[in-house]
């Protein structure tokens, strides 16, 4: 699922798209016409096999509608889709993000599946909490939840064994932006220097690094979904003034600005990398060769942490409960219908299959995700144990009364993700302090709404 590369939505400057310059559909018929291929793009190479099972399911049970399954990369996926989109040529379905969707509702190109929705009964509150809303607007729906994901603190317990810090050490870590709690005690004994010193001993040499503590992400775009979000969350921080659909940003709160303080002052300790020295490897890689301890990782990770080609014993614990508690972003993917298919019927089929139990027992029990049909999230579970893993911190999350919040959802998404990203970064190089550079950012911000 991706919000690995979820991070990096914001990234991207995907120019908005002009109106459909055509209707061709990219799906087949056999000249007989009875018989249709659609086609659907993902991103995640994880869930292509998944997703797979689901086809020859649900072609089974559909004979005249075959699925051919386009996977390619994060960046390359959005690009592709970009150009097809624009080209008139854009694949029947295809799987959906909320960094994404607003531009392709504004610019007509997702078919509104509320009156099939309606027509066929679909059972809404099936999925968990809140998700099937994510995909509204002024009465149409876009999308119906195929899978959500919340986040987690990861670790190498071998290294945090070598510092004497135990499981149990990480169940109930608090933090604050003033000395950073428990959690900050915590990176200090985690990071370790050449000499194989720690961060509390005095003689603690933060210029020779051999293991950094904890590794931040920094782009992260307007979400922090990785890290900064989630501590700002906890401190008291909202992004916007509602959400999904909010036009007033909050990016110049000071509980933000304290939070990106905090993360700066690791760095000036020693007990995260800095960010213009920082490598071009993700953190999952850096975690895996051993150059961090600690860091914060989605549900989505898991086989990353936990699967069988893993080189390192990783173990998931709970986020840090911070002065407004423990809080985590519940996020959720969907699948979209492009407007301009000459098959709205065998599309709406398929999606409707895609976000069905039939479906999503098939993709739980794959143990990749955790599907967005409540029962279907439990099998993902049951599939986790019966492999040894324990992943429950990710559902207790979810679960958690008042522990979880949504990403921003709103028109200008790219834009405001540079522009937010760039502000952070700038006082993270010591360009800026955090408030001034946040106080601007949320001005040109809010100017894309006027």
Known sequence: MTR???????????????????CSSSGDSDGAGDSVTLDYWLWDDNQKASYQACADAFTTANPTIKIQITQSAWDQYWSNLTTQLASGDAPDV?????????????????????????????????????????????????????????????????????????????????????????????????????????????????????????LSEWADGSQGQNGWGILASSNGFTYLDKNPWGTQYKYDDPALAQTIEWFKSLVAKGYSPPLDKNSTLSRDTLMTAGKGAITVAGSWTINTYLGDSAKAKFAFAPLPTGPQGRKTPINGLSDAIWAGTEHKDEAWKWV??????????????????????????????????????????????????????????????????????????????????????????NDQVNALFK
């Open 352 to 441: 409707k299959f895609l976000a069905s139990a039939d479906c999503q027992n098939i993709v739980g029990g794959n143990s990749v995700v955790f599907p967005a049909i409540k029962s279907a999230s439990e099998k993902a579970l049951a599939a986790h144990k019966a492999k040894d893993r324990d992943v429950q911190v990710f559902v207790d999350q979810a679960q958690a009364p008042g522990g979880t919040y949504f990403l921003p959802i709103t028109e200008h998404g790219n834009e405001i993700s540079q522009i937010v990203q760039d502000a952070i970064q700038s006082s993270v190089l010591g360009q800026s302090d955090s408030a001034s550079a946040l106080k601007k950012a």
């Open 94 to 214: 295809w799987t959906n993000q909320g960094s994404y969707y607003p531009q392709f509702v504004t610019s007509g190109q997702i078919l509104d599946i509320q009156p099939f929705v309606t027509a066929d009964n679909v059972d809404l509150t099936q999925y968990q909490a809140g998700l099937a809303d994510l995909f509204t607007k002024d009465g149409k729906r876009y999308g119906l939840p195929k899978d959500w994901d919340t986040m987690a603190l990861v670790y190498n317990a071998d290294q945090l064994t070598k510092q004497g810090i135990k499981p149990a050490d990480l169940a109930n870590l608090t933090w604050n932006p003033t000395d950073g709690g428990t959690f900050e005690q915590l990176i200090a004994k985690a990071t370790v220097d050449a000499n194989g010193r720690n961060g509390l001993d005095p003689a603690f040499d933060k210029s020779k690094i051999k293991v950094y503590g904890y």
């Open 4 to 22: 690995r590369t979820r991070a990096g939505a914001a990234l991207l400057s995907l120019a908005v798209i002009a109106g459909l310059s055509g």
